[in-house]
Structure formats: C-alpha cells, structure tokens
C-alpha cells in the first residue's frame, strides 16, 4: 500500500504574511470606499450616510421628488436652508431631467444621491425636527451640503449643458 505523500511546502512558494489588524479590509464595490479616502471626519461621516442612503433610492423615490418639488424648493428658501435654494432648483431640475430622458450624461449613483437628499428635505423623519426654531433646518442643510460635495462636477456640467 502506498503511503500518501505529505504536503511540505517549499522555501520557492510564497507565503501569505498575516493580516496585521492596522492593514484595512478590501475595499468594498461602491463609491464609499474612494469616499473614504479622500475627506476626514465628521464632513466623511455625512458623505457615507448619504451615499449609504442612496443606494436604497430607485425610480419611486426619484419620482417622489419630482412631485414634491414644489415643497422642496418652499423648504429650501427657509432659514439655514436659504443660501442652497439655487443649488436645490438646480438639482431638482438635474433630476426632472434625467427621468424625462432630456439629461443623461450622469451615473446613476449621482443621480440617486441627488434624489435622496432631497427627498430627505421632504421626509418627516429628521434627525433635528424641522419645527425646533433655529435648530429644525440644521441637519437638513447638512444633508444637501454633503450632497453638493458629492455631486458638484456633475451638477456642473449639467448647468453647462444646459446653457449651451
């Protein structure tokens, strides 16, 4: 009976050196990793949460947005809310567009991200109540803040395109 050959391995083969625990995990697939490497602090905090959020927006929720833009743009001349009322009719009309069809040189993910900031505007689920004065548009005002940074380039060219 022949004995079964033992498994030595070799000085030649590589060895995996261990992980050491200060070496990050594998990057995810998604936009948060590359998120994460570039911003520090609570401003990389924000921009997780809303691009975690934006994985969950599909077309409903983009049309939510659509047919709440009324209510968005009356929120976003309030308050701490006032200096984004341009940048807000601007993304709502970035995304208007995409969903007719008229706009579509954006990923979707920018889209989704745009979709679910401002559908967070429209959500009675704040963090902050809206009705605490001087305190209820703070968060909001974050949400679209961290929005604008993801989104700025593509907001960019869109307001270009759309000039020309």
């Known amino acids: 009976m022949a004995t079964p050959k033992s498994r030595k391995t070799s000085p030649a083969s590589p060895k995996r050196a261990p992980k050491r625990a200060s070496q990050s995990p594998a990057p995810r697939r998604g936009a948060a990793p590359a998120v994460r490497s570039r911003v520090a602090g609570?401003?990389?905090?924000?921009?997780?949460l809303l691009l975690e959020a934006a994985a969950k927006v599909g077309e409903a929720e983009i049309n939510l947005v659509i047919r709440g833009s009324k209510e968005?743009?009356?929120?976003a001349g309030r308050g701490l809310l006032a200096p984004f009322l341009n940048h807000v009719r601007d993304l709502l009309a970035l995304?208007?567009?995409y969903s007719r069809g008229r706009y579509r040189a954006i990923p979707?993910?920018?889209i989704a991200v745009i979709a679910g900031a401002l559908g967070y505007l429209l959500s009675p689920m704040d963090l902050i109540p809206d009705f605490i004065p001087?305190?209820?548009?703070?968060?909001?005002a974050g949400v679209i803040g961290a929005c604008l940074k993801v989104v700025r380039p593509q907001l960019e060219r869109y307001k270009a395109?759309?000039?020309?």
Do not use: N
């Open 42 to 48: 609570a401003d990389l905090d924000s921009r997780v």
């Open 72 to 75: 968005i743009e009356e929120k």
């Open 95 to 97: 995304v208007t567009d």
């Open 108 to 110: 979707l993910g920018s």
């Open 134 to 140: 001087g305190l209820g548009l703070v968060d909001d």
């Open 161 to 164: 395109a759309r000039r020309s």
